[in-house]
């Protein structure tokens, strides 16, 4: 998470990863408070250098303006790409995208995203929707928190099988 952050976006998928009885974190560069797009204030569980060289079964990245900060750290860029390369579920919603951008991971993928960014996920060679949701083996993405509802159940579904 960063500054920023869309609040539903980051607040209703931790909660309910957080029911499924999963190990979730929230995760920003530093332990601190942060400003959510609607104002309210976010505090991360770990900061980045706490869980950079874990390795978990999902990366999930909200939307808002945080995932353009996100973007601009390498170590990050690499964390995603590990992860994305190890075949663990890597997601993202609304704006979220643009850090799978940066990490390199969409070329050739389908994708979807908030549609300010479409322009920007074809640019980096994505195959580009528009769907609510769209899955790419493990790349499983959505367009705003309306989509979230479908997409959650998918991303729940998947990491129960890694761990099943």
């Known amino acids: 998470m960063d500054e920023l952050v869309e609040d539903v976006e980051f607040i209703y998928p931790y909660f309910r990863f957080k029911e499924e009885k999963f190990d979730t974190y929230a995760v920003a560069i530093e332990k601190r408070t942060y400003k959510g797009k609607k104002g309210c204030p976010h505090r991360p569980d770990r900061a980045f250098e706490e869980i950079k060289e874990e390795l978990f079964d999902c990366v999930y990245i909200p939307g808002g303006y945080a995932p353009d900060r996100l973007r601009r750290y390498p ?23 643009w850090v799978l951008i940066s990490a390199g991971i969409v070329k050739g993928k389908r994708v979807t995203g908030y549609y300010a960014i479409k322009d920007d996920l074809i640019n980096a060679g994505a195959i580009y929707t528009g769907k609510p949701v769209e899955v790419d083996g493990n790349l499983i993405t959505a367009t ?21």
């Open 144 to 164: 705003d928190p309306q989509a979230m509802v479908e997409q959650l159940p998918l991303i729940i579904e998947k990491v129960k099988g890694l761990s099943g």
């Open 75 to 97: 170590e990050i860029l690499e964390f995603v790409r590990r992860h994305y390369e190890a075949g663990k579920i890597v997601a993202a919603v609304c704006h979220g995208p």
